[in-house]
């Protein structure tokens, strides 16, 4: 993690008024949500692996977002990070996702075979296709808070999961990416030899998995997406 104040104890000899953000010109959905009770509610919570409130809300207090787009202004740094700081999470989800409540369930369907359509669409307009998702390794913290051996296990796994048939594993150099809250060193992208299946490692999230290809067939590219996200 970079330097920042977020894991000074010292800030806790200050009340939650002297600690608290401006978010007046803020236009994110934590600013919408944080208000000064919640703070002081919050503040001295931690995660298991040390994520706290002013972790979670940094990059939002440092990035105010756009007058015209509202930004999300917030992080997990773990999967409790959700449970320890839900009554902050869960109205940003919420309000992020059109009114996406806690007790909501994401239905999920990877059978190809069930999608209708898909393999006729016009190449007079569609250049390529893709289908990608984020995933996410249970017992490791979130990129935000990722410590290096932990990217370094999370990439090992990814390394051992390469057996994908027609996703064959290679590796390519990645570009720098720089996370919030995090210093990161370059993502590890893996893919086929036509590069129409891709894994990214360590980006902004764990697994960022990708099927793609030139022109229009979008049923081939979710029945590859669907096989091949079922062996990573």
Known sequence: MPFSNTHNKYKLKFSAEEEFPDLSKHNNHMAKVLTLDLYKRLREKETPSG??????????????????????????????????FKEL???????????????????????????KGGDDLDPKYVLSSRVRTGRSIKGYSLPPHCSRGERRAIEKLSVNGEGLGEGAGRRWGGHPWKGVLSCHPHPHPRHNDNKTFLVWVNEEDHLRVISMEKGGNMKEVFRRFCVGLKKV
């Not at 979670?56 to 740094?77: E, K, R, S, W, Y």
């Open 51 to 84: 994520f706290t409130l002013d972790d979670v809300i940094q990059t939002g207090v440092d990035n105010p977002g756009h007058p015209f787009i509202m930004t999300v202004g917030c992080v997990a740094g773990d999967e409790e990070s959700y449970e320890v």
């Open 89 to 115: 999470f869960d109205p940003v989800i919420q309000d992020r996702h059109g009114g996406y409540k806690p007790t909501d369930k994401h239905r999920t369907d990877l059978n190809h075979e069930n999608l």
